[in-house]
């Protein structure tokens, strides 16, 4: 069984007994979940957003892969990369202007319709500049 996973997962390096372990329960555990989402369960879960939570429902295959990296579900949730969403996260949600100061500073600003963004918008603000930096004013 487990050399027919490891043949289909196209594994050639040798997986030592603790990482055997693992896709075995992994693989134990994605079954029964498949089961309860057969007999109608849902997983409902909460992705952390500026407004407090985002609902998701899950798949069995996210879920087996969750505990080890909860960030990747919330970034595909988003549809963005996980250092996009890390960087979101870091910047408090909001978008800050590119520019840097006369002191050589980064500009703290925020851009306009940047405060408090959603992951999508952050990546597509992310680059612009302030009022102030925008109109060459400093
Ligand atoms: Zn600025």
Redesign the pocket.
Known sequence: MLQALRTQLGLRIPLHSGVRANLGKNMENLEFLRKLQELGVSFCMSIPSPAGGETHMATPEELVKFPDDPIALYASHYGVFKSQYLSWANEEFSV????K?RKGKR???I?KGGYNVEPSRWVKLTGE??????EGL?
């Open positions: 800050r202007c590119s520019a100061t500009c703290k600003a851009v500049y302030c009022v102030i930096h925008s400093e």
